[in-house]
C-alpha cells in the first residue's frame, strides 16, 4: 500500500492528473506539485480548489523543481513522504526522476518516452536506449516503474493485452488509430508542447512489420477508416512509443501507429520543416545570436493549455486488431471516445490532455491499492488490464469495443 | 565631374555593382567596397578580379564599416576620396549614410527607401518619413542625393517620366508590375534578403488610386497579364517605395505597383506569417532567450546571393501606362528582360541582383559626366530618362516598349 502522490510537470497534463488526484484524494493521500515554474503550479492548485475537486479534506502543496537535479527530486519525495511520482513533465527528464525515485523507493509512472534533446527519432526499440538499460536497478531496488502510462502508449497497450487475452488465439496485426476530430479554433497550434510534437514527425516513421522494423517518411502512408462517432477519417502511418515495447512483449507480427492529419495541419507542418524551422540544431542569426528554430516555433504557436477553453468535437482513439479465434478471422476495434467540452468542464483541460492525464492515476490508485505494485519495471501491456480498463470505465475514460456484434461499452466488473 | 566610387554593403546587389563599377573605372575611377563584414567585400573584390570586368588598371579596396556610424563612414569617404557613394547595404542605413554624404559631399546614391527595424510599413508617402526632411539640408550644401536608384524603384520612374514625355498628353494610370518568372531550385528561397523581401508584404498595401491612397490587404487583389517573353502572368497589388515618389512628381491619378507570386510561395509566406514568424518583434522562448522571429526565418533561408549559380530564367518588369495622345486612348507597355543565366556568367549574381545593380552604375556615370550631378536631392522621375535609358541599353538592361506597333526595343541615340 503506497500513498502521498509528487505530480511532476505544471502542464495541460499535470492539470488533469492533479484534479484526478483530488477526486481519488481519499486512497492516493497527499498531492504535491512540481515544476520549474512555481506559478504554474499555483495556477493548477487554485483550479482543483475552485472546482472544489478533492473528495476528502487534505493537502495540495507546490514546489519550485529542476527535475533533472536527481538530488533536489530525491529530497522534495522525502519531504514530501510521497510514495508514488506521477511524471507528466518533458520528456527530457523521465531517466533523473526515475533516479529519484529508485533512491527513495518511491514508485514511478510517466506517460512519455525519455527523450535527448538533442536527438531526433533514435534506433528501435526506443525503450531499448534508456529506460530498459535500468531494468534490472529497479528489480534489485523492488522499485515499481510503469513506463508509458498515459493513453497512447498506456491505454492503448492495454487495449492490446485484453485483446491478446480475451479476443484472439493469434493475433496479425495491431494497428493504433488516434483521431482528433476536434477544432480549437486557431489557425495553427498542437495540442501539447509543440517541441515534442512536431519531434514526433520530423525524423524517420518506424514501425514493426512481419516482425522487422520498416522504415518510412512521414506523411508517405495513409489510410481512411469509417470510426465510431467521429466518422469516416485519414489518419498517416507515425513512429510512436508504444509500438517500441509491444513489438517485443506481445507476439503480433505487425504493429504499428497513425495518427489523423488534416491537410492544413501538414501543408503547415510540411513548411515549417522543410525550411528547416522544425530542427533542433542552433542556427546563428545574421547578428550572431544562436538560436534553436524549434524553440522559436514553440514560442509563436499559442500554449497547448490556452486551447482548451474553446476546443470543441470528440476524440477517438483505438486499437484496430486483426487475427484468429476458434479457427476464424476476426477484426475488432477497442477504443474509447473522449469529448473536449466535457473534459474542460470537469477538469479545466483539453480532451487530448484529458486522455493522457487520467489514465496515470488510474494507475496510481492500482499501485496504491496494490494491484499493480510490482516492484519491477513494466510497460502496461505486461500487467492485468481489466482492473485498469475497469477503473478507467469508472473515471471518464470508458472502454467501448466494435466488432462482429457491433458497437457496445466494454464492462469488467 | 565626380570620380571614385564607395559601395556600401558586400549582398548579392553589391557584386553586380562592383562588376559594373570596374567595367567603368575609366570613368568612375578607384573602388571601394565597405561592409560590416570584411570577408564579404574580399569575396566580390576577389570576383572582379577572377572575371577580369576592370576596364583600365584601377584600385579595388575592401573595408570593414559599421555605416550607422556616420563620423566612420564620412572617414571612410575622406580616405578614399570618394565622391560618389552608391549605398546597397541595408535599408536600415540610408540615413546615416545620407549624413556622411552631406558632410563630405559626395554624392549619395541608393536603391530602396530608408527603414526603421521597429517599424512596418509607415504613413504615405514613405519617403516623407526620412529623405525628403532632408531635402532643403541636401540642397543648401549641394549634395547630389539620387533616391531609389535600382530597378523598381529607379528604372521603372524612368520609364514613367519617359511616358509622360513622349508617348502621353495625359496618363491616367500607371501600373508597375514585377515578374520573376525564373526557377532557383530551391524549396523556398527570398531573391534578396528576407529580412527586407518579408517586410513589404507584412503590412498594409498602400496604392495611390483616384488621387488618393488606398490600403488592401497583401494578396487581397490580383491581376493577370499577357506579358512579352514570360508570357501570362498572376500578380498581386503590393507596397512599393516608387509609388510614393511618383504619386507626388507625376500628374497620374492611379499608380499601382503589382508583383508576381507563385501560388507556393504564398502559400509558404502565409504560413510564416499566421503564425507569426515574420514578426520583427522579439518573443521569449521557454528558456527566456529573446529572438526577433523574423531574424530566425532569415537564418534558415538559402542566402540570396547563393541562388545566383542554378538560376534559369528570365524577369520583366515594366510599366503599362494608359492616357490619351492627341485625343486618342492609348496603352503602352515599357519594359525590360533580364536573364539569370546571363547575369550569373557576366557578374556572377542573379537577375534579380543584376536589375537592381546595374542602374545605380548608370546613375554614377551619369552623375561622374555631370549629367545628373544636379546638387540637390531628387527622385529618379526628376531627372530626365533617356541618357540614363540609353546607358542601360549598352549596360545589360535593354528597354523595349509593347505598343499599337508591337513589342520593339527603344533607342535614344
Redesign the interface.
Known sequence: MKKNVLIIGAGGVAQVVAHKCAQHNDILGNIALASRTLEKCEAIAASVAEKGSMKVAGQICCFALDALDVEATASLIRETQSQIVINVGSAFVNMSVLSACIKTGAAYLDTAIHEDPAKICETPPWYGNYEWKRKQECENNKTTAILGIGFDPGVVNAYAALARDEYFDAIDSIDIIDINAGSHGK??ATNFDP?INFREFTGRVWSWQNRQWTQNRMFEIKRTDSLPVVGEQTSYMTGHDEIHSLSKNLDVPNIRFWMGFGEHYI??FT??N????L?EQP?????G?E???L???????PDPSSLAPNYTGKTCIGDLVKGQKDGKEREVFIYNVADHKEAYNEVGSQGISYTAGVPPVAAALLVAQGIWDVEKMVNVEELPPKPFLNLLNQMGLPTCIRDEAGERPLNFS
Open positions: 489557425y495553427f517541441e501543408n503547415v513548411v515549417l522543410n525550411l528547416g524551422l530542427s542556427v546563428k542569426t545574421a547578428e545570436q538560436v534553436v528554430p524553440k522559436v516555433v514553440k514560442a509563436v504557436l
